[in-house]
């Protein structure tokens, strides 16, 4: 992977705190248009503060001297999610514009296919930006979770919270940890979820079809984890049982870990 290092590392972390500045636009504009409350400005302006911090130390810690053009595309979505939740977070008082909410998510969603793709074709892919792509995917999923469970009902929030929940079951059995496979079945599962939710929120289907979609989503979320857990607790096993005396790789453990 190459990688520009005639940037200076400053010029990184500024980025994002222009990524942190475009954010409080976004609010202000929200806020003149729709008269944003105190609920959607306070989150908006923690969620702001947050990225800013935790992708600043990321930075920090990962030496990247170029921010690259693949992560300046994820901080733009980040920037329309604090948006969504901004709005999420001000439904709890008044309704907001249903248009403008799924106008946000629908371009957020749309552009999670282009930044894996101008990683690729620049050369910057990197590991934390795949993470920050995830996390924003994983966040945007949540709060649009908690949209659509104040119509449905608050079992809607198993979808949001899967990922929360593996990433905390991960700390307690560090086998979940293990790299997977790359599997398309998954990233359709995963594009899957953010559809149905943008669908559900608009709220132009019955309640029965909205129901229904949502039922769809949850099953497959469930079977996606459900098999991903399955092949991680097989693949520990079969590691622990082919592992050598000396703590080397037997043939058993290197046929399972090597890809196909």
Same mark, same amino acid.
């Given at each position: 992977?190459?990688?520009?290092?005639?940037?200076?590392?400053?010029?990184?972390?500024?980025?994002?705190?222009?990524?942190?500045?475009?954010?409080?636009?976004?609010?202000?504009?929200?806020?003149?248009?729709?008269?944003?409350?105190?609920?959607?400005?306070?989150?908006?302006?923690?969620?702001?503060?947050?990225?800013?911090?935790?992708?600043?130390?990321?930075?920090?810690?990962?030496?990247?001297?170029?921010?690259?053009?693949?992560?300046?595309?994820?901080?733009?979505?980040?920037?329309?999610?604090?948006?969504?939740?901004?709005?999420?977070?001000?439904?709890?008082?008044?309704?907001?514009?249903?248009?403008?909410?799924?106008?946000?998510?629908?371009?957020?969603?749309?552009?999670? *296919?282009? +930044?894996?793709?101008?990683?690729? /074709? &620049?050369?910057?892919? #990197? @590991?934390? =930006?795949?993470?920050? !792509?995830?996390?924003?995917?994983?966040?945007?999923?949540?709060?649009?979770?908690?949209?659509?469970?104040?119509?449905?009902?608050?079992?809607?929030?198993?979808?949001?919270?899967?990922?929360?929940?593996?990433?905390?079951?991960?700390?307690?059995?560090?086998?979940?940890?293990?790299?997977?496979?790359?599997?398309?079945?998954?990233?359709?599962?995963?594009?899957?979820?953010?559809?149905?939710?943008?669908?559900?929120?608009?709220?132009?289907?019955?309640?029965?079809?909205?129901?229904?979609?949502?039922?769809?989503?949850?099953?497959?979320?469930?079977?996606?984890? *459900?098999? +991903?857990?399955?092949?991680?607790? /097989? &693949?520990?096993?079969? #590691? @622990?049982? =082919?592992?050598?005396? !000396?703590?080397?790789?037997?043939?058993?453990?290197?046929?399972?870990?090597?890809?196909?």
């Amino acid at each position: 992977m190459a990688l520009n290092n005639t940037y200076d590392a400053r010029l990184v972390q500024q980025e994002t705190a222009v990524g942190a500045g475009v954010q409080i636009l976004l609010l202000a504009l929200l806020g003149s248009a729709i008269g944003l409350g105190p609920a959607g400005w306070v989150t908006g302006l923690v969620f702001a503060v947050a990225t800013w911090a935790v992708l600043s130390r990321a930075l920090h810690r990962s030496g990247l001297r170029s921010f690259g053009p693949a992560n300046r595309v994820t901080l733009g979505r980040a920037t329309l999610v604090g948006g969504v939740t901004a709005l999420v977070a001000d439904s709890f008082e008044s309704s907001p514009p249903v248009t403008l909410l799924v106008g946000l998510t629908a371009v957020a969603l749309i552009l999670d *296919g282009v +930044d894996g793709k101008v990683a690729r /074709r &620049t050369n910057t892919s #990197t @590991a934390l =930006g795949a993470r920050f !792509d995830m996390e924003v995917d994983a966040f945007l999923i949540l709060v649009l979770s908690v949209y659509v469970s104040m119509a449905l009902g608050p079992w809607v929030l198993l979808i949001g919270s899967m990922r929360y929940v593996f990433v905390a079951a991960a700390r307690v059995a560090p086998w979940l940890n293990a790299a997977l496979p790359p599997s398309m079945a998954r990233k359709t599962v995963a594009a899957l979820q953010g559809i149905c939710l943008l669908v559900a929120g608009a709220d132009l289907l019955p309640y029965t079809a909205n129901f229904g979609i949502m039922l769809l989503a949850l099953g497959s979320l469930v079977w996606s984890f *459900g098999r +991903d857990v399955l092949w991680l607790w /097989r &693949t520990s096993r079969i #590691t @622990a049982a =082919g592992t050598a005396a !000396d703590g080397t790789e037997s043939p058993v453990e290197r046929r399972v870990l090597e890809p196909a």
